[in-house]
């Protein structure tokens, strides 16, 4: 079978769960044919994926939320009206994804929560299947509660994950648990997608705090934290341009420049890892038994936090209060639990997408 992989290129989790995606499906005799990565016009590829994915990339413009004026939290209406005036380019990236379709005639296209991919499908409806992947179609389950003050925000992200999804196909659903009912309509619960790097990692205990920012903002909250608290060796990670790739901040505060290897390798020496949030980071940490606080920015991660909660996974904050993971730690406790449920993924991918071909199949003979 060829495959098209779509993959929405604002933060690490799609770029990491494709790639782990695709070394599945290649050991098994399929083949990814190519790659389409949207992201704003800014934005430059995390070269762990551009080294490691192997086939060819072709970009198009995006829609993706702004900063705000700090680079904390992302400007929703800000964004909305920014790329209100960028629609004709959109327009010009549906085009961009229906001729690629076209060209390289895929069996299956394979949406990592692209916008732009799941619009396409909505207008031009390829008969091609799609099949979209990712941990935000769990809210749109039952089986998640949101217990949060951001309702309308809440509905705003299952509009925008729905709108992802137009005329899918198969809806893969990531998910932190095993859950005793797995389907919901078109939406299969599956594990998440973790790279065999993070797999095969030696887990260590070591006596620091690893930590990961999409936003430079919070970095001033490090500083503040890390004078208080001397004893405290801090290693996080940034996306700030233009720095060198090892920044000290304090004596016992250092910011690096996203190295993928490098990350993981300080995940997997931690004593406890601070992240916004982002889905896959806390899953790599779930894996490797590192008590996680998560300081959401939007509300896709307060809904990551929330699901990770219920996981046993960490606590949450306001703000970079490292306190509140350090009184954490002593009280996490490990389970195999997740690390099992992580291991069935090629298993459970293998037969969701042999479904998919059976089906695309007999569609095809009746055509």
């Known amino acids: 079978m060829k495959y098209i ?4 290129g ?22 990814v044919v190519a790659v389409m990565v949207g ?15 192997k086939t060819e990339v072709i970009r198009f ?3 993706n939320f702004l900063p705000a004026p700090k680079a904390k939290k992302s400007f929703l209406l800000a964004s909305i009206l920014y790329n209100l005036l960028l629609i004709p380019a959109y327009v010009g990236s549906m085009f961009k994804i229906r001729r690629t379709i076209s060209e390289k005639q895929p069996d299956v296209v394979i949406n990592f929560y692209e916008l732009l991919c799941g619009v396409t499908y ?3 409806n390829p008969k091609v299947p799609m099949i979209n992947v990712a941990h935000q179609y769990y809210f749109l389950t039952p089986d998640f509660r949101y217990t949060g003050k951001n309702k309308t925000e809440f509905q705003l992200l299952n509009f925008y994950s ?12 990531l998910s932190f648990r095993i859950k005793e009912h797995s389907y919901f309509g078109k939406i299969a619960l599956v594990p998440p997608l973790l790279r065999r790097e993070v797999i095969n990692m030696t887990v260590e205990k070591g006596d620091y705090i690893h930590g990961y920012m999409v936003n430079s903002g919070y970095s001033k909250e490090l500083v503040d934290w890390s004078e208080t608290n001397p004893n ?8 700030k341009k233009k720095v060198n790739i090892t920044t000290p901040l304090t004596p016992r505060l250092t910011m690096h420049t996203i190295d993928d290897t490098l990350f ?3 995940m997997a020496g931690c004593k406890g890892y601070a992240t916004t949030a982002g889905f896959e980071s806390v899953c790599e940490a779930m894996y490797l038994q590192k008590p996680v606080l998560m300081v959401p920015t939007h509300i896709e991660q307060e809904c990551n936090a929330l699901d990770a909660i219920a996981s046993n996974a960490g606590v949450t904050a306001d703000f970079f209060d490292l306190n509140t993971l350090l009184d954490f730690i002593p009280n996490y406790r490990k389970t195999l639990e997740f690390r099992y449920w992580i291991h069935t993924a090629e298993t459970l991918f293998k037969y969701e997408l042999t479904r998919v071909e059976t089906e695309a199949s007999n569609v095809l003979a009746t055509m």
Not at 10 to 31: C, P, V, Y
């Open 122 to 124: 909505g207008v031009f």
């Open 39 to 53: 992201c704003s016009a800014k934005r430059t590829l995390p070269g762990f994926f551009t080294e490691k994915i």
């Open 5 to 8: 992989f779509v993959v929405q």
């Open 61 to 63: 413009q995006s829609p």
């Open 10 to 31: 604002e933060g690490r989790g799609h770029f990491t769960q494709a790639l782990s995606l695709k070394d599945i499906l290649e050991r098994n005799g399929h083949n």
């Open 162 to 173: 729905r709108m992802t999804a137009l005329n899918a196909h198969r809806i893969l659903a």
């Open 264 to 266: 993981l390798e300080y």
């Open 232 to 239: 405290e060796c801090l290693h996080f990670f940034w996306d």
